[in-house]
């Protein structure tokens, strides 16, 4: 259901202009489709700015690995711990959270590294497909570096990157001394004793690429709405009908939901049962005393530091609140708290840039790609921490399914009607 016929559509209208949504637009240009992308704010509003900006199919680990049940139970209510859940009277969050718990186990964990497969395999391409056409942003190519106090830290990341190359991703990897990690990184701190450098990643100002998406679509003869906030989809038997709260409405012949952690009320309309909840992650701008050569992960911390106009943007935290809900000021100064013993060198006291966005994360930690039950509406959401990594990929594909009423073998585990 939601395919459209073999000669395709002619207009599509995708709703959210983060990197998903965008790139969905870009390659639906890509086959013919007039497209007009609509978002209750504008470009990289959402999620898609503050992020830490890897592209690092090497670290797209899955979510709901054992040992995170272990941690958030124990860091349920601490407001310091970098997974926040507050006291709420919310059911659903707690039905969520449940279900998650009860996937965080290796079986669960290895059905969603290969559901992963797919997409990670082909996310550089996809990447490099949209530089080529114009997209006038190059991402930065670099290993990305974990931080560990001593060799015995740094076993559970190897082993988690072991099991990932045994489901078949190819990823390069290899444990760095304490004299190799203080080479290649001078803001290792002196209590760090060992690395994991995980090879052929790469990173970008999320922002800039975001908008330089963005001014393509625009440039290849797509338009742009900001302040068209949607709160119905009607779909019709040739074309469907989105209606904005206040700025009118719109019908194409394909709608494409690419709303992140929005997506909940329109998607349970349309028959996607899966919930997707906000996992609000924090970013903030800092200075350093020396230059950062690459992407720092600190898996104690759950912390990711990325090289930033010539500073370091460091990201982190895993809040579950209401997506629209106000920054908290102590989850900064939480990631601080915990960030500051791994690195030297860096003025924690003088942040700009402080940001908050809510991740999409669902129960299961596979995204939504594909048809709804409502003909020519088709979602894409749902993809956690990786919707930068993931993002191209999944509108490269998703377009190929809209314009050719066939499912990709890569997105049936993706299917929003599960």
Request: proline letters at 7%.
């Amino acid at each position: 259901m939601g395919e459209v016929g073999r000669s395709g559509p002619g207009t599509a209208l995708v709703v959210g202009a983060g990197v998903v949504g965008l790139s969905t637009a870009w390659f639906l240009q890509e086959r013919g489709v007039t497209v007009t992308v609509v978002d209750r704010a504008g470009p990289a509003a959402g999620a898609s700015w503050g992020n830490a900006g890897w592209l690092a199919p090497g670290l797209a680990l899955p979510l709901n690995e054992p040992g995170v049940l272990r941690f958030g139970l124990r860091s349920l209510f601490d407001r310091t711990a970098p997974l926040h859940v507050p006291a709420s009277p919310d059911p659903g969050l707690w039905r969520f959270l449940l279900r998650f718990a009860a996937r965080c186990n290796w079986r669960a964990w290895e059905r969603v590294a290969q559901a992963n497969l797919a997409l990670n395999a082909d996310c550089l391409a996809a990447f490099d497909a949209l530089v080529a056409g114009g997209v006038r942003v190059q991402p930065m190519p670099a290993p990305v570096t974990a931080v560990f106090e001593s060799a015995g830290h740094a076993a559970g990341l190897l082993a988690e990157l072991a099991r990932l190359r045994d489901a078949g991703q190819e990823v390069a990897y290899r444990g760095l001394t304490g004299t190799e990690l203080e080479q290649w990184l001078p803001q290792a701190s002196e209590a760090m004793g060992s690395g994991v450098r995980v090879d052929g990643q790469r990173y970008v100002d999320p922002g800039e690429f975001v908008a330089a998406l963005a001014e393509s679509v625009r440039a290849r003869g797509g338009s742009i709405r900001s302040g068209f906030d949607v709160v119905e989809v009607r779909p019709q038997r040739h074309a469907a009908t989105v209606r904005s709260a206040s700025a009118g409405s719109l019908s194409a012949q394909v709608v494409v939901l690419a709303t992140g952690a929005w997506l909940g009320r329109l998607g349970r309309r349309l028959g996607v049962r899966v919930p997707v909840r906000a996992g609000r992650g924090y970013s903030f701008t800092v200075d350093t005393d020396e230059p950062v050569p690459g992407p720092v992960y600190l898996p104690g911390a759950r912390v990711a530091c990325t090289p930033y106009q010539g500073a370091l943007r460091v990201a982190g935290t895993m809040e579950f609140r209401a997506p629209d809900a106000a920054l908290d000021r102590a989850r900064i100064d939480a990631i601080v708290a915990s960030a500051r013993p791994y690195l030297t060198g860096v003025h924690w006291e003088d942040r700009r840039d402080e940001w908050v966005g809510p991740r999409p994360v669902t129960h299961d930690g596979i995204p939504l790609i594909g048809a709804t039950a409502a003909p020519g509406v088709y979602v894409a959401a749902g993809h956690g921490m990786w919707g930068l990594t993931q993002g191209p990929v999944t509108g490269r594909l998703l377009a190929e399914q809209i314009t050719t009423g066939k499912q990709p073998d890569a997105l049936r585990e993706f299917d929003p009607l599960r």
